[in-house]
């Protein structure tokens, strides 16, 4: 199985000006994809961030925990994708042209898709903008790293070592 149509890397997004081109410095802070699930907005550092794929084929694994949808072929590698909807105990949704697979890197050797609704752009996001998150870590919330409230929009930043804690 192979994937057909690639979206474009996150460094042809930095590059090709899809992301955010800010002139002042607003101080350290963190690079983030930013994509939608619903009509909320979310962030994962690009850091951990391998690359964004069109959605292809994705093969059904038989006995799969609950969110996982099945796995692609990326170039000779086996990746796992998981619905980042169920994840975060939305409703699912038909898989559409805008939906994509963010391929994310949890250490040297292993990597999951998550599926979202749409990949927005590459944005730097100040520290001082950042709240974390205080309170249990419960289910969904355990995979918030924290709240960012910048330019006009509420960006949920997602934890993604904490969301794939245990997962082999």
Not at 14 to 26: K, N, P, R, V
Not at 96 to 121: A, H
Not at 151 to 157: M, R
Request: charge should be negative; aromatic fraction near 6%.
């Amino acid at each position: 199985m192979n994937l057909t149509t690639e979206a474009p890397s996150v460094e042809q997004m930095q590059q090709g000006g899809i992301m955010d081109e800010e002139s002042a410095y607003l101080g350290p802070g963190i690079r983030c994809v930013l994509f939608t699930l619903e009509n909320e907005v979310y962030g994962i550092p690009v850091r951990k961030i391998r690359e964004v794929l069109r959605v292809g084929a994705i093969r059904q694994v038989a006995g799969a925990t609950y969110g996982v949808l099945g796995v692609i072929n990326v170039r000779g590698v086996i990746v796992t994708v998981v619905d980042a909807r169920i994840l975060y105990n939305m409703p699912s949704r038909e898989i559409d042209d805008l939906s994509r697979i963010i391929i994310v890197e949890l250490d040297g050797e292993r990597t999951v898709g998550i599926l979202v609704d749409f990949v927005m752009e590459v944005k730097d996001i100040p520290e001082d903008k950042i709240e974390s998150l205080s309170g249990s870590k419960d289910k969904a919330s355990r995979y918030i790293q924290g709240i960012a409230h910048f330019q006009d929009d509420v960006i949920i930043l997602i934890d993604v070592d904490n969301m794939f804690l245990g997962v082999d």
